[in-house]
């Protein structure tokens, strides 16, 4: 019993850590001096990538692989981890129709609403995507792979930097003041030790939800990146340093996962 209690603790301290790593990135808010539409789309694209490659080698491809654990096929992995990125997808849309982007009774005010909606679209997603990596962390200390556990709160925990940073540098796009930001920014990464508590402690359940959870928020992610951050950084003049700044940041982020994960 005393072992069991160990390995909660353990993956939920772990979680913590990597889901601090938001923190870490986010305190670069307070070294930007002025945010030009240039740094804007440059970040939001680099953000964009890490997400991008985070749903590729953080989310799908583990997803695949712990569905391939729990029914031996490799088709039927892919189908769970599939029906979960198009739930993700489809939340994300319906939430992308549902959200208000406009004051009703004083109509639109301060900055573009419609970039203040995607803005916190794209927050959502970050959000969602913490749960389920938090799960992994505890699930793979559950699982009694202490240094699979370890290695794995490292890669996340790495991630999280650049995805803090993004996060932060978005609100204060949209006039939030720099501590604001900060501090919304840590929020999203605290949903890590909850989904880490989960999984350490009920890998029963968590274990089996793995594909379909991974999946799930993969398809968030995507849902974002096509549909908000891409044409938005596009349809100003800095749409090359757009395109490079999300191949900068899918690098960046497939060499950590490939490294730490």
Known sequence: MLEDVNVVLLGATASLLAGLGTGVGALGVFLVRKLTPQLQDGMLSAAAGVMLAASFFSLLLPGIRYGEELTGATWSASLMVIAGLLMGAGLLFSIHQRLPHEHFTLGREGPDSARIRRIWLFIIAIALHNFPEGMAVGVGFAGGDIGNGTALAIGIGLQNIPEGLAVAVSLLAIEHSRTKSFFIA????????????????????AEPIMPWTLGFAAGAMLFIISDEIIPETHRGQFKTLATFSLLGGFVVMMFLDATLG
Do not use: D, H, N, R
């Open 186 to 205: 840590v929020l999203t990464g605290l949903l890590e030790p909850i989904g880490g508590l989960f999984g350490s402690a009920m890998v029963w359940l």
